[in-house]
């Protein structure tokens, strides 16, 4: 089992930054390719930004490259999520993922407000 805790989400006005943060409880982190995932109202789910186990690789939404940047830390069991000018259509519920194999675990979600 993987617990996943994020962080960082509040309310900000366009052209600002946020950095998320999600810490997992697995002993096994390092194994994971992690993820975020963001879910506005009214809207799916949908997925913003990935890295592979062992953070060489990256992959993006194309309605965040260039602006955001997902990183992790291994030994810290976490990954983050460092949001540059950030838009009013970035508002949404933001998800931690971790993926390893058929197993797929999701945190609680933080809020992220943006006002124009």
């Known amino acids: 089992q993987v617990l996943l805790a994020e962080s960082g989400g509040g309310s900000v006005q366009a052209g600002g930054s946020l950095r998320l943060s999600c810490a997992s409880s697995?002993?096994?982190?390092?194994?994971?390719?992690m993820g975020w995932f963001r879910q506005a109202p009214g809207k799916e789910r949908e997925f913003v930004a990935a890295?592979?186990?062992?953070?060489?690789?990256?992959n993006y939404a194309d309605s965040v490259k260039g602006r955001f940047t997902i990183s992790r830390d291994n030994a810290k069991n976490t990954v983050h999520l460092q949001m540059n000018i950030l838009k009013p259509e970035d508002t949404a519920v933001y998800y931690c993922?971790?993926?390893?194999?058929?197993?797929?675990?999701w945190g609680q979600g933080t809020q992220v407000t943006v006002s124009s």
């Open positions: 993922n971790a993926v390893f194999g058929a197993r797929n675990y």
């Open positions: 697995g002993r096994t982190f390092s194994s994971y390719t």
């Open positions: 890295i592979s186990w062992s953070g060489g690789s990256t």
